[in-house]
């Protein structure tokens, strides 16, 4: 019978560092996965339609969605919407549903890139209502949150057509917030012209 051969101490070692090379290369791939897992998921959590507009109109007149109306926007106000944002407002005009001392409006603004959608209820107290509609871009998401767009109900124009309150930020969202503080403004300004026509004296 063959003498049995036993595994030098170099050998071992060779196989040992060879098996602790597979181990770190498979756990360098397992977290590679979830790294792309992870980013994807958030990728996805921030791209989407979090309320159909349709909805927001209903959950927003419980009694029945008013008519939609139609503010064209003339040379005179496209010039107004320009001071207040600080930008061209490129809509030739926009709908809203108005009902007694309120007004509903579907406005989008651009974060980084693309545009968010933001359903905004006006009335005699301020906003009574901001959501994020539909996000489009792949960071900035949290401005969806109620504890951020909480922080516009109540909100008006001080005399500088400014809001009357600071808007706490979100850290790496800060052009989402400032589309957000932009719609809010914008909402407001466009609920008195709105009132002033309805009610001229």
């Known amino acids: 019978m063959a003498p049995t051969r036993t595994a030098s101490t170099s050998e071992l070692a060779t196989s040992s560092e060879r098996t602790g090379r597979g181990r770190a290369a498979r756990r360098a791939l397992v977290l590679s ?6 980013l994807w998921v958030h990728t996805a959590r921030a791209e989407g339609t979090y309320l159909e507009p349709q909805v927001f109109l209903a959950q927003s007149f419980p009694d029945g969605v008013p008519d939609p109306r139609v503010l064209w926007i003339n040379r005179a106000l496209r010039g107004e919407l320009r001071d207040l ?7 030739l005009r926009l709908r809203h549903w108005t009902r007694e001392q309120r007004s509903a409006w579907i406005l989008e603004a651009i974060g980084k890139e693309k545009p968010i959608t933001v359903g905004i209820v006006t009335g005699e107290h301020g906003i009574e209502r901001l959501e994020v509609l539909v996000f489009r871009e792949s960071r900035g998401w949290e401005v ?29 969202a800060t052009l989402s917030v400032r589309a957000l503080q932009k719609l809010a403004r914008m909402s407001l300004f466009l609920h008195q012209r709105i009132r002033q026509a309805d009610d001229p004296a």
């Open 144 to 172: 969806r949150r109620s504890a951020f767009t909480a922080q516009f109900r109540s909100a008006r124009l001080d005399d500088d057509r400014r809001l009357d309150r600071p808007i706490d930020g979100i850290t790496g």
């Open 33 to 38: 996965c979830l790294c792309l897992a992870s």
């Open 85 to 91: 944002l600080g930008e061209e407002y490129g809509a």
